[in-house]
């Protein structure tokens, strides 16, 4: 309902046609038929089984919509709409994750704390599927998301603009808590198995892990950047940002 119900708020021209389920009722759910209807979005009732079919899974919640695809921009693109913004948001980078549940996941999570984009690569990574969007939870409809043929050439374009490039890694010295970030900065995060490439970590600036005390040692990596997020936000509030020029130009690693 909240893919849903965002869809309808930001970007209803790209809604083409709503499911509900039979026998479904409930507030909300009205709610959401009166708004599709008076932006003349058609919304038809369907049986259950055939939402379930549509969109993949059960946990549909009675409605289901279909869409034009989210527009996909390039680097450039994406760093020309954030140039135009007062102060440059954080960007994040991903590097070959695969499942659609952690993107969607990562997307929610960036929505929520103010990160400015995300930057995926056009292979061996998940794309922008409905069950992205599901568990994105709208966070599609206000992120806005490039896709990259070389992350760590994109890296490299990320620095000449001036970004500060970290990257996410649990055997890292630097823990998220020691480094003070900088503006403009770029967050990378590697595949839920083997974490960032090795190429692409020679790329980064500087690399950092979260500090955990429990007998795991790692994080999913869609919850590992929700602290990151949370980490860097509330950084940012109580001590400021320095530039990528005022930081050390050698790498930490």
Partial sequence: MNAVQEALRVSPHRLETIWV???KTGRRLRELIA???EA????EIIPEPRLTEASGTS??????A???PSPLLTLDRLLTQLGRRPTIPPLVLLDGVKDPRNLGAIIRSAAVFGVGGIVVPTRRAVGLTGT???VAAGGLEHLPVAEVTNISQSIERLKRHGFWVIGSDERAEATCHSFVYPSPLALVFGEEESG???????HCDVLVRIPVRGPLHSLNVAVAAAVLFYEIM???QDEGVRSRESLPKTPFL
Wanted: proline residues 6%.
């Fill in 21 to 23: 389920a039979e026998r």
């Fill in 66 to 68: 279909f869409a034009a």
């Fill in 196 to 202: 960032i490439s090795p190429l692409v970590k020679r």
């Fill in 59 to 64: 946990a549909h919640q009675g409605i289901v």
């Fill in 40 to 43: 003349g979005i058609p919304v």
């Fill in 35 to 37: 708004s599709a209807a």
């Fill in 234 to 236: 509330v950084r940012a």
């Fill in 132 to 134: 992205v969007a599901k």
